[in-house]
């Protein structure tokens, strides 16, 4: 099973950054793309970025442009680095397997942009 614990969340006003962190152990060597999910109160959990093993990206509309998906050189880290934000990209943000398949969830992490 794969352990996944995101942090990094928080309030911030619109125009600011926040990096999210996505810290993973457990049966993670098969895992060949990793993603950042997110989901608004009352609607559902959409993926927002991707990043494959060989370190290539994509990454919803919403947020492309604003945001990079990266890995540290040990591929158990995830991160998400979103900078110009936005009140709509206030949500609780979850990583996860591409496809998820089995994996559970995690917590998450809230964001909230406000001014």
């Known amino acids: 099973q794969v352990q996944l614990v995101e942090s990094g969340g928080g309030l911030v006003q619109p125009g600011g950054s926040l990096r999210l962190s996505c810290a993973t152990s457990?049966?993670?060597?098969?895992?060949?793309?990793m993603g950042w999910y997110r989901q608004a109160p009352g609607k559902q959990r959409e993926l927002v970025a991707t990043?494959?093993?060989?370190?290539?990206?994509n990454y919803a509309d919403s947020v492309k442009g604003r945001s990079t998906i990266s890995r540290d050189n040990a591929k158990t880290t995830v991160y998400l680095q979103m900078n110009s934000l936005k009140p709509e990209d206030t949500a609780v943000y979850f990583c996860?397997?591409?496809?998820?398949?089995?994996?559970?969830w995690g917590q998450g992490t809230q964001v909230t942009v406000s001014a």
């Open positions: 996860n397997a591409v496809p998820p398949g089995r994996n559970s």
């Open positions: 990043i494959t093993r060989d370190g290539y990206t």
């Open positions: 457990g049966s993670i060597a098969t895992i060949s793309t």
